[in-house]
């Protein structure tokens, strides 16, 4: 069974560009989850889509936003790229949609964005 | 994925010896937690998890205790090998299926 993949494996934008990076769950998972992974950060939560609708997001600017489409891959979309946003993009699939049952989060391998 | 920070906590341990990682969560309220290892240019893997109704759940090589009276987590790693050799991540699961990640702990499996 193909895991959660991610693309592409690193991109290198400048300041003001606008970045779009893309994941498919695992077979059958309808939750697309996003992870920022910053360096001294750890692991902060970005957003969490299911069913092609936005069910929770984190404590990031509206500049950060994405999209699910019909097939469950999912688009994280960061506007106006700025210096502090360099960091390992993470998304994570799983098959619970309302946590009540708490089915494990699972991660591709992350997008490595880089600005100069 | 890499290693977070510059400043892990780092655990060596010999090779055969049992690991012991732990960590503190933050919610009170959380119901379920994951333990995820993170090699070197790899995304966090899953490598069990426990819901707040158990103490204990053990897996192939590897044991989660919770305890939530003092909201610690542990993970122990039994016969560590070369290969466990990686960033340890706790996770705590809250509301909206928002993942809280601990710090990390690096392992070190020394031959």
């Known amino acids: 069974e193909a895991g959660v993949t991610q693309s592409p494996t690193h991109l290198i934008k400048t300041r003001g560009q606008q970045a779009t990076l893309r994941c498919s769950p695992i077979?059958?998972?309808?939750?697309v989850y996003w992870y920022q992974q910053a360096l001294g950060l750890g692991l902060q939560f970005l957003l969490w889509?299911?069913?092609?609708?936005?069910?929770n997001r984190g404590n990031f600017p509206p500049r950060f936003s994405g999209r699910q489409f019909p097939n469950y891959s999912s688009e994280l979309n960061v506007n106006a790229l700025e210096l502090e946003d360099s960091a390992l993009y993470l998304c994570?699939?799983?098959?619970?949609?309302?946590?009540?049952?708490?089915?494990?989060?699972?991660f591709g391998d992350g997008t490595r964005l880089s600005i100069l | 994925g890499e290693s977070v920070g510059l400043h892990l906590p780092t655990l060596s341990v010999q090779e055969g010896d049992n690991s012991i990682i732990n960590c503190a969560y933050s919610?009170?309220?959380?119901?379920?937690f994951i333990w995820y290892k993170q090699e070197s240019g790899k995304g966090p893997q899953f490598i069990i998890d426990?819901?707040?109704?158990?103490d204990k759940r053990q897996g192939q090589r590897v044991t989660v205790l919770l305890n939530k009276t003092v909201k610690h987590l542990s993970l122990q790693i039994a016969a560590t090998q070369p290969g466990d050799s990686a960033v340890y991540f706790c996770?705590?699961?809250?509301?909206?299926?928002?993942?809280?990640f601990g710090g990390g702990t690096r392992l070190m499996v020394k031959p």
């Open positions: 994570a699939s799983s098959l619970d949609r309302t946590g009540s049952s708490n089915q494990p989060q699972h």
């Open positions: 077979s059958g998972h309808t939750s």
């Open positions: 889509y299911d069913e092609g609708e936005e069910r």
């Open positions: 919610n009170s309220a959380s119901d379920y």
């Open positions: 426990i819901r707040s109704n158990m």
């Open positions: 996770a705590e699961n809250n509301a909206g299926n928002m993942l809280t």
